[in-house]
């Protein structure tokens, strides 16, 4: 069984920071990209971040200069740093992982249970 576990997210004020990780385990063959969306109440889901397994990155225009996305890939494991955060900001976050897996093996994109982040003072 393939999972992607998230962690980290929260209740912060404005302008505070948050770490999320998420981790894969399972049987995995090979991990391409990894990333994060988002899903605020009543807005359709929108892309954050993203990495491939040689670090390169894409952000969405709305979070450049605040998130930084990075990965582990001795651990299987994505984080979404972000800081400067805004009510604006606040979603479900979902990590997700472009991957071969599974059994029979596939090459398809597996997704977490999503983390509430809320903003609020």
């Known amino acids: 069984q393939v999972q992607l576990v998230e962690s980290g997210g929260g209740l912060v004020q404005p302008g505070g920071s948050l770490r999320l990780s998420c981790a894969a385990s399972?049987?995995?063959?090979?991990?391409?990209?990894m990333g994060w969306e988002r899903q605020r109440l009543g807005k359709q889901r929108e892309n954050v971040a993203r990495v491939s397994r040689a670090g390169n990155t894409a952000s969405a225009d709305f979070v450049k200069g605040r998130f930084t996305v990075s990965r582990d890939n001795d651990n299987d494991t994505v984080y979404l740093q972000m800081n400067n955060l805004q009510p604006d900001d606040t979603a479900v976050y979902f990590c997700?992982?472009?991957?071969?897996?599974?059994?029979?093996?596939?090459?398809?994109?597996?997704w977490g249970q999503g983390t509430q982040v809320t903003v609020s003072s």
């Open positions: 997700y992982a472009f991957m071969l897996a599974g059994s029979p093996r596939r090459v398809r994109t597996y």
């Open positions: 399972g049987n995995i063959f090979a991990i391409h990209d």
